[in-house]
C-alpha cells in the first residue's frame, strides 16, 4: 500500500522528539502567560481566502458541505485564531496554540505547528515578546545554533507602490523577489513598462546580512522618512535581540512577505547548521478588519517537525525484559511497576535478536514467585 506525495509515516524519535518539544512549548509559554486556544480542523474556507487573509484556495484541502459551502482543513493557525478571537475581550492578548495545518504548496501535506500570537497589545511589546519567547523557547530545546532574520513588508510597498502592477504581475514580482531572482525582477519590471525599478529592486535582492546594511540605506534612503522609520524600527528590534544574548541576527531588506496578511515587520528563524526554517512569522493587523477592528496582531509559529529533527536525542533508559508465562505474567507486571526509570518489556519467549540490556526471568521458590536476573 502507498500513501500520497506528501504523506509519510513515523517511527520512534520523531515522535518522541514531537511530543518533547509539544511539552517544553507548552511550559514555555503557559509561564509567559500565553493563554491555550485550539480551533477545529475543519473550518470555511472563506476564514482563510477572505480580503484580508487572502490566502490561495489552490493550495489548501477542501471539498464542498451539504449546503455547497466550500470547507478546508485548517491551513493555517493565524487566521483562525483571528477568527475564534475576535469577540473577546481585548484584556486577553496572549494566545499559544499547536497542531497540524494542512496546505499542498508545501513539501509536506501536514505540517505540525507551535505558535502564538498577541493580539491589542503594545506594538513594539508584541513584537519583542514573540522574538523572546522564540528564543526562550530554542533554548529550553537546547538548540542554540540559529540566526534570527528581520524584514518588513513596507520597503517593498514603498518602493513598488507608486507604479501600477495588476494583481497577477505583483503576485509574479513578490515570487521573483522571495526566490531572489534578479533577472526575473528585472523582466517582470520592464514588461510592466516600469524600467525605473529594475535598479532599486535588485539592489534590494541583495540588502541583507548584518547590522551595515541598516547604515548603507539609511544613506540610500535619506529622503524617505517612512524607509528610515523602518530601518529605526528594525534596528531597535536588532538591539534587543542582541541584549537577549542572540549572536546572530540579519537584517533583509528584501524580504517580501511569505503570508499575504503580513503588513509590517516580518521574522523569521533558521538553523545554522542545514538553513532550515525553524519558525516563521510577523505583524497582521490587518487582519482584524475584517472584524471592523483596528488593533495591534503579531505573532509565530514554529515547524516543530523541523525541530524535532534537530533536536538531541534523549537519553535512552536502561532497557529490560521479563520472561513470564500466562500463569505468572501479573508476577511480572508488579515487578515491572516498581522498575520506575527503566523501560520494561514482558515477554513469554525471548526473540533471537531482541535488544535488552538486562533479562530477568520468573521463578518459583518455596511455591512463592520470584524475579531474578537470568
Ligand atoms: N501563520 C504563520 C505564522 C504566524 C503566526 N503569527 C503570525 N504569523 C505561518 O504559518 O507561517
Known amino acids: 500500500m502507498f500513501l500520497p506525495a506528501g504523506s509519510q509515516d513515523e ?21 509567559r502567560n500565553f493563554k491555550t486556544i485550539s480551533t477545529p480542523v475543519v473550518e470555511y474556507a472563506n476564514t482563510f481566502t477572505n480580503q484580508m487573509a487572502g490566502m490561495d484556495l489552490h493550495s489548501m484541502l477542501k471539498w464542498f458541505n451539504a449546503e455547497g459551502e466550500i470547507e478546508v482543513l485548517r491551513p493555517d493557525w493565524t487566521a483562525a485564531i483571528a477568527r475564534a478571537i475576535a469577540g473577546q475581550h481585548p484584556s486577553e492578548q496572549k494566545w499559544s496554540y499547536q497542531g497540524s495545518v494542512f496546505r499542498f504548496d508545501k513539501d509536506e501535506t501536514e505540517n505540525r505547528q507551535a505558535g502564538i500570537e498577541i493580539v491589542h497589545a503594545d506594538q513594539f511589546l508584541g513584537e519583542a515578546e514573540s522574538l523572546l519567547t522564540a528564543i526562550a523557547y530554542l533554548k529550553n530545546l537546547t538548540i542554540d545554533t540559529y540566526v534570527i532574520e528581520l524584514g518588513h513588508t513596507g520597503i517593498f510597498d514603498a518602493i513598488v507602490g507608486p507604479y501600477h502592477f495588476d494583481e497577477k504581475q505583483e503576485l509574479v514580482l513578490l515570487d521573483a523577489m522571495h526566490d531572489k531572482r534578479s533577472d526575473l525582477v528585472e523582466e517582470i519590471v520592464t514588461q510592466a513598462g516600469h524600467p525605473a525599478l529594475a535598479e532599486p529592486l535588485v539592489a534590494l535582492i541583495d540588502a541583507y546580512g548584518s547590522r551595515e546594511i541598516i547604515n548603507t540605506y539609511r544613506e540610500r534612503w535619506k529622503k524617505h522618512q517612512d524607509l528610515l522609520d523602518i530601518l529605526s524600527h528594525i534596528e531597535k528590534l536588532m538591539d534587543l535581540l542582541e541584549s537577549a544574548g542572540v549572536t546572530e541576527v540579519i537584517v533583509d531588506l528584501g524580504r517580501v512577505k511569505n503570508l499575504p496578511y503580513y503588513d509590517g515587520i516580518m521574522f523569521r528563524g533558521f538553523l545554522t547548521n542545514d538553513g532550515s526554517t525553524c519558525f516563521s512569522g510577523g505583524r497582521y493587523d490587518r487582519l482584524y478588519e475584517q472584524f471592523q477592528q483596528k488593533t495591534s496582531a503579531v505573532g509565530l509559529a514554529f515547524d516543530v517537525d523541523t525541530l524535532a529533527k534537530h533536536m538531541n536525542a534523549e537519553q535512552e533508559p536502561e532497557k529490560i525484559c521479563i520472561l513470564a508465562t500466562p500463569a505468572t505474567h501479573a508476577v511480572a507486571e508488579q515487578f515491572r511497576i516498581d522498575m520506575e526509570e527503566q523501560v520494561v518489556d514482558i515477554q513469554y519467549q525471548l526473540k533471537s535478536d531482541a535488544n535488552y540490556q538486562k533479562i530477568y526471568q520468573v521463578v518459583e521458590e518455596d511455591s512463592q514467585y520470584k524475579v531474578v536476573e537470568k
Not at 522528539?17 to 509539544?22: D, E, F, G, H, W
Request: charged share 30%; proline share 0%.
Open 11 to 31: 517511527t520512534g524519535i520523531q515522535i518522541s522528539n514531537r511530543l518533547r518539544a509539544a511539552e517544553s512549548f507548552r511550559l514555555v509559554t503557559k509561564k
